[in-house]
């Protein structure tokens, strides 16, 4: 869990997209980057970018004073790794997916919330760093299509394919990669509806290999 303003309201990601977290390290800025990319920092001797979180999502951008209490969480999210700026860490909690809600649908499409939880009486929001990475960097939407031979293509036609993933850019980069290569697959935006899907079809025996 994390804060991003001064009303220390509560956020948090899945620790599965998390790297590791780290102090505020001096940035090298970067000459037309995105305006909420306040730099780059040498992280095991990886060049990273780092990204105010803050201002990324609509609060107020973290002044440049304030840097030196901030700290980095480092994620790898399909293969792109991004350290992202936030004002504090509050502590990493484990938590029962069950116990989190997912995000009204009436909040729309771009809202970068994916789920809703509570700690402490505290509400934690979920968010969706790959619809985060998209707005900052377009080109990240876009799924790639995957190389298969034919041998490779007909054994993924014989599984049955179960993709779950609370992030609608990921769900629809996966979606995309399997459409684009015509591999049939079910689809679930939560661990919940994934769980209520395999209950449905119990009664057939299969198997289900999930991503």
């Given amino acids: 869990m994390f804060t991003l303003n001064m009303q220390k309201q509560l956020f948090a990601i899945g620790t599965l997209k998390v790297r590791e977290i780290v102090p505020y390290l001096p940035t090298t800025q970067i000459p037309y980057s995105h305006h909420h990319v306040v730099g780059t920092v040498s992280i095991r001797e990886l060049t990273v970018p780092v990204i105010d979180?803050?201002?990324?999502?609509?609060?107020?951008?973290?002044?440049?004073?304030e840097y030196k209490d901030c700290y980095l969480i480092v994620t790898d999210c399909l293969r792109t790794v991004v350290a992202f700026m936030v004002r504090s860490i509050e502590k990493i909690i484990e938590c029962?997916?069950?116990?989190?809600?997912?995000?009204?649908?009436?909040?729309?499409?771009?809202?970068?919330?994916?789920?809703?939880?509570?700690?402490?009486?505290?509400?934690?929001?979920?968010?969706?760093?790959?619809?985060?990475?998209?707005?900052?960097?377009?080109?990240?939407e876009s799924a790639k299509v995957p190389m298969l031979t034919d041998i490779e293509r007909e054994r993924l036609k014989a599984l049955n394919i179960l993709l779950v993933d609370d992030s609608s850019i990921a769900r629809k980069q996966l979606s995309d990669a399997l459409d684009r290569i015509n591999i049939p697959y079910q689809i679930c935006r939560n661990g919940i509806d994934a769980l209520d899907l395999m209950k449905a079809q119990s009664g057939t025996p299969q198997a289900l290999t999930c991503s």
């Fill in 53 to 65: 979180m803050a201002a990324a999502i609509g609060f107020r951008p973290i002044a440049p004073e």
């Fill in 96 to 140: 029962n997916w069950r116990s989190i809600e997912p995000s009204p649908s009436t909040a729309g499409h771009n809202v970068f919330v994916t789920g809703i939880t509570r700690y402490e009486d505290k509400i934690v929001q979920m968010l969706d760093v790959e619809l985060l990475l998209s707005k900052i960097y377009p080109q990240y």
